[in-house]
């Protein structure tokens, strides 16, 4: 059951996430700022990060620890996919702070661009990555990993939400001298998100499951969405999940499509490829997840999976975050 007490106080936001035209951004309409330029009580320190049709920067203020600033332009064909990730955070952390989702404190509109303030995280998983022999992690450190991200992505889905664009940059760590949150993964970027609830009004006055559109538009990243994504399919939390899984496959030994650029040939290479031969170089318990998510219904919540000898009875989360720590 979704926690909506929060989201409940927030509804003013939802047109929103509900009526968002998902509409491809301009990177022409790409806001600059330049370092130490100030303005409504924040200094750029620096740019840390960069995306399609936003940056990111470290900022200046009176708090012990620097937050960040994350700008978009004003002009945005479709609608602000900043406000929408602003929307999709305050709702999760409407009823207080979450281990894995960072905190809006503060946002603004000004003649260019808006802005929101918010906690500053240290590197993602792709740059981490980077960082190990051979550029893939080890057993241990994939295990460990892999477990937060599963329970970052449940904690989305508990609130309402389907994030349609898992992949390692948008799993952060925190930021390394922030000790409460340094060793915590968090999940970021949401501009991409859908509400999977609805609201009914009247005598009825409570949140149902949306339903899902015959044809839904490609949403997320080609190397790790779901093949569901790839039919044009209505996306629901069994997509994310199965998209955790190519991150996490990606972080230990890499994809064997991670190479092709082509959509038809991806798309070829994972309806082809056996589950097996996927997750070779993998303890045999990662096949549980792949089975909890291939037979579930789009507005399931992934909890059970059946064959001719036995039922599994347990939620995917607690399922795979028992077998990762066996690992650990």
Same mark, same amino acid.
């Given at each position: 059951?979704?926690?909506?007490?929060?989201?409940?106080?927030?509804?003013?936001?939802?047109?929103?996430?509900?009526?968002?035209?998902?509409?491809?951004?301009?990177?022409?309409?790409?806001?600059?700022?330049?370092?130490?330029?100030?303005? *409504?009580?924040?200094? #750029?320190?620096?740019?840390? $990060?960069? @995306?399609?049709?936003?940056?990111?920067?470290?900022?200046? /203020?009176? =708090?012990?620890?620097?937050?960040?600033?994350?700008?978009?332009?004003?002009?945005?064909?479709?609608?602000?996919?900043?406000?929408?990730?602003?929307?999709?955070?305050?709702?999760?952390?409407?009823?207080?702070?979450?281990?894995?989702?960072?905190?809006?404190?503060?946002?603004?509109?000004?003649?260019?661009?808006?802005?929101?303030?918010?906690?500053?995280?240290?590197?993602?998983?792709?740059?981490?990555?980077?960082?190990?022999?051979?550029?893939?992690?080890?057993?241990?450190?994939?295990?460990?990993?892999?477990?937060?991200?599963?329970?970052?992505?449940?904690?989305?889905?508990?609130?309402?939400?389907?994030?349609?664009?898992?992949?390692?940059?948008?799993?952060?760590?925190?930021?390394?001298?922030?000790? *409460?949150?340094?060793? #915590?993964?968090?999940?970021? $970027?949401? @501009?991409?998100?859908?509400?999977?609830?609805?609201?009914? /009004?009247? =005598?009825?006055?409570?949140?149902?499951?949306?339903?899902?559109?015959?044809?839904?538009?490609?949403?997320?990243?080609?190397?790790?969405?779901?093949?569901?994504?790839?039919?044009?399919?209505?996306?629901?939390?069994?997509?994310?999940?199965?998209?955790?899984?190519?991150?996490?496959?990606?972080?230990?030994?890499?994809?064997?499509?991670?190479?092709?650029?082509?959509?038809?040939?991806?798309?070829?290479?994972?309806?082809?490829?056996?589950?097996?031969?996927?997750?070779?170089?993998?303890?045999?318990?990662?096949?549980?997840?792949?089975?909890?998510?291939?037979?579930?219904?789009?507005?399931?919540?992934?909890?059970?999976?059946?064959?001719?000898?036995?039922?599994?009875?347990?939620?995917?989360?607690?399922?795979?975050?028992?077998?990762?720590?066996?690992?650990?």
């Amino acid at each position: 059951m979704a926690h909506l007490s929060g989201i409940d106080q927030r509804r003013e936001l939802y047109p929103l996430l509900f009526n968002r035209a998902n509409k491809v951004l301009d990177p022409s309409l790409n806001v600059r700022i330049s370092s130490y330029f100030s303005f *409504d009580n924040w200094t #750029i320190i620096k740019k840390i $990060d960069e @995306g399609g049709f936003g940056q990111v920067y470290k900022v200046c /203020s009176n =708090s012990h620890l620097p937050p960040a600033l994350k700008a978009e332009p004003t002009e945005i064909e479709g609608g602000s996919a900043l406000k929408l990730e602003m929307a999709v955070i305050r709702a999760i952390t409407a009823d207080g702070e979450k281990p894995h989702v960072p905190m809006v404190f503060h946002a603004a509109k000004r003649r260019r661009f808006c802005y929101m303030i918010m906690t500053l995280l240290g590197e993602n998983l792709k740059e981490l990555r980077m960082h190990c022999p051979k550029e893939f992690m080890s057993a241990h450190t994939w295990s460990r990993i892999g477990i937060q991200c599963l329970y970052s992505v449940k904690l989305v889905h508990d609130y309402g939400f389907v994030h349609r664009d898992i992949k390692p940059n948008n799993f952060v760590m925190g930021y390394r001298e922030d000790y *409460d949150r340094a060793r #915590i993964v968090h999940i970021l $970027d949401f @501009g991409l998100s859908r509400s999977r609830l609805r609201f009914l /009004s009247g =005598s009825y006055k409570k949140w149902v499951p949306r339903r899902a559109r015959g044809t839904a538009e490609f949403r997320g990243t080609l190397r790790y969405c779901s093949p569901n994504v790839h039919e044009k399919k209505e996306q629901g939390r069994r997509d994310d999940l199965w998209s955790l899984y190519y991150v996490l496959i990606e972080l230990h030994c890499g994809l064997p499509w991670q190479t092709i650029r082509d959509k038809q040939k991806v798309e070829m290479v994972k309806m082809n490829i056996s589950d097996k031969d996927l997750v070779l170089n993998f303890p045999g318990q990662i096949l549980f997840y792949i089975l909890y998510i291939s037979f579930h219904h789009i507005n399931n919540r992934v909890t059970r999976v059946s064959n001719s000898k036995t039922t599994i009875r347990i939620t995917c989360a607690t399922k795979l975050s028992r077998e990762l720590h066996s690992l650990d």
